[in-house]
């Protein structure tokens, strides 16, 4: 009897260390599968656009579990160790601006150029706000626009209001081409669609130099009209991968070839920091974001009203130096923000 009872207390001690010593590899096992997914998986496989479709900012919880962990546990630094861990490779994805409390305190107008950025949501079918007096009231320099279309059963349908356009800003230059529309204030030399109609590139004037403009629409990554166990959603999510890709490239042709020109690359990407490396696939442009007095810049919204994603972006290169970084949102307009960067050409 007392060699079953002590077997019985050793086994139940067995028991409480195995439970007590749980927490490390699960805290391991979670490093190590982060790790993977950063070196190997992000970007670089559609069923990955899916996943990441969580909002970023979320990514925070993951060094707060792993310090959750270190309850109860003998050896807590390890566990803050991890969470350190966590933290250092997670952070680029979490879209956070540390530089927003600086940003917010040295917010003044500068007087360089105006750009305005805006998915429009569907060209003007807002029957509560004239969507050009609103584009007016910002009074920019150069708007750069997408989706210049109607929705035909959330199918879009193209238009030409080129004339009515035209009428509603007098003194601008006017461009467009597929869905896509600058206003400038500055000529357009020449312009081009690439072959995936989700990108326009064009050439304006301003003053002595060149500047290059990129015009972004990036196709959706997911139909949510079809259910996540519907072949048809997968289909959807590869073949939208493949388009997306395309356009990536697009973008990363042009930003090489105009590489010697004051280049801006902007607009709906439908893509998170989350979901891909956007400096690796537009050829490490900069992000205006930085200059946001927003901790977690935001840009569109969903259906409740709330933002938690930021897909839409404003990219630069080295001959460009921006002052500032706002949005603009009229929920009567666009569920997108509209993206209003001050800045000057080197």
């Known amino acids: 009897m007392q060699v079953n009872r002590e077997r019985s207390a050793a086994t139940a001690n067995g028991l409480v260390r195995v439970f007590a010593n749980w927490r490390h590899p699960v805290a391991a096992t979670i490093l190590v599968l982060s790790l993977i997914v950063e070196l190997w998986i992000i970007g670089k496989y559609a069923w990955w656009n899916v996943a990441a479709s969580v909002p970023p900012m979320l990514l925070t919880l993951l060094p707060l579990a792993m310090l959750l962990l270190a309850i109860r546990a003998r050896r807590k630094w390890i566990f803050v160790i991890y969470s350190l861990l966590m933290l250092l490779l997670w952070f680029p994805r979490m879209d956070i601006n540390l530089a927003a409390p600086i940003n917010a305190l040295n917010s003044s107008e500068a007087s360089g150029l105006k750009v305005l950025s805006w998915n429009t949501e569907f060209w003007d079918e807002s029957d509560q706000i004239d969507m050009y007096e609103f584009l007016r009231s ?127 690359v902007t607009g709906d990407f439908n893509t998170t920091v989350l979901m891909t490396d956007l400096g690796e696939m537009t050829g490490s442009l900069h992000d205006a974001a930085r200059y946001s007095d927003e901790l977690f810049p935001t840009t569109w919204m969903r259906p409740d009203g709330r933002f938690w994603w930021r897909i839409d972006h404003f990219l630069y290169n080295d001959h460009i130096k921006v002052h500032s970084y706002d949005t603009v949102h009229d929920v009567r307009v666009s569920d997108h923000k509209a993206l209003v960067v001050n800045l000057d050409l080197k």
């Open 138 to 264: 910002e009074e920019q320099d150069i708007y750069i626009l997408s989706e210049y279309e109607y929705n035909d059963n959330w199918q879009p349908l193209l238009i030409d209001r080129y004339d009515e356009i035209v009428a509603n800003f007098p003194g601008y230059y006017v461009t467009t081409e597929y869905e896509f529309v600058i206003i400038s204030k500055f000529p357009v030399l020449d312009y081009e669609l690439g072959a995936s109609k989700q990108v326009l590139m064009a050439r304006l004037q301003v003053d002595e130099q060149e500047l290059v403009i990129v015009d972004v629409h990036l196709r959706p990554h997911v139909d949510l009209g079809n259910s996540m166990i519907s072949p048809v959603f997968w289909d959807y999510v590869y073949e939208r991968h493949e388009r997306r890709l395309q356009g990536f490239e697009e973008i990363k042709r042009y930003v090489e070839r105009e590489h010697d020109r004051p280049v801006i």
